[in-house]
């Protein structure tokens, strides 16, 4: 089975612009969570969806949304970027997100603001 | 709010030697899972080992293996005759048994192993 895949793998933006990130789940899973890690803050939950519905949602602000399609595959978007949110995110897959359920991790996208 | 707090920003160890890594964690909850990460540099972190609170015996995965105290609210792993392959960022996460799948980790040990 194929792991997690994340697209694109680098991306590097200017202040003010949007950016969309992708993540492809294990084949079968259907909850995707996804994370923020920077060396200061270490890793923080953005948020969850299971059937395309949004289930739990992290402290961040509205400029970080995000979205589920049938197939289980997730996007995320952050707009009007800022510098602050040069991180690595991450995303990580499970079949349904309950109880102690093991949850896969993507490579995950490296994002750097300019 | 749940927290974790691993006390040790980074820690060495010999080959085939024996590290402990410490892990606390603050939570009001009975009931949850906690989880033991492994990130080698520029890899994909993967599951080292879970343990979940209502079960008093410590999990054990081959060389890994913790020592939870559920009242102390500690969490630590043990890695028993280390190999090289073992050096990396070791994060320490907690999981509420309810609804969601969030992971609250802690900041993080990096791991050298020297030969």
């Known amino acids: 089975k194929a792991g997690v895949t994340q697209t694109p793998r680098y991306l590097i933006k200017t202040r003010g612009q949007q950016v969309t990130l992708s993540c492809s789940p294990i084949?079968?899973?259907?909850?995707v969570s996804w994370y923020q890690q920077t060396p200061g803050q270490g890793l923080q939950f953005l948020f969850e969806?299971?059937?395309?519905?949004?289930?739990n949602k992290g402290n961040f602000p509205g400029r970080f949304s995000g979205r589920q399609f049938s197939n289980s595959r997730s996007e995320m978007n952050v707009s009007t970027l800022e510098l602050g949110d040069s991180a690595l995110y991450l995303c990580?897959?499970?079949?349904?997100?309950?109880?102690?359920?093991?949850?896969?991790f993507g490579p995950g996208t490296r994002l750097l603001v300019l | 709010a749940q927290t974790v707090t691993q006390s040790q920003p980074e820690m060495s160890v010999q080959e085939a030697e024996t590290v402990t890594l410490s892990c606390t964690y603050d939570?009001?909850?009975?009931?949850?899972?906690l989880f033991w990460y492994k990130q080698p540099p520029s890899r994909q972190m993967i599951l080292v080992i879970r343990?979940?609170?209502?079960?008093?015996q410590n999990a054990t995965e081959n060389r890994f293996s913790v020592n939870f105290q559920k009242a102390a609210k500690s969490f630590s792993l043990k890695i028993s005759d280390s190999q090289l392959g073992d050096a990396a960022m070791y994060f320490c996460?907690?999981?509420?048994?309810?609804?969601?799948?969030?992971?609250?980790f802690g900041k993080g040990t990096k791991l050298t192993v020297n030969p």
């Open positions: 084949s079968g899973h259907r909850s």
């Open positions: 939570t009001s909850e009975s009931d949850y899972y």
């Open positions: 996460a907690y999981r509420s048994a309810g609804g969601s799948e969030k992971l609250v």
């Open positions: 969806y299971f059937s395309e519905t949004q289930r």
């Open positions: 343990q979940e609170a209502y079960k008093q």
């Open positions: 990580a897959s499970s079949l349904v997100g309950r109880g102690g359920e093991t949850q896969y």
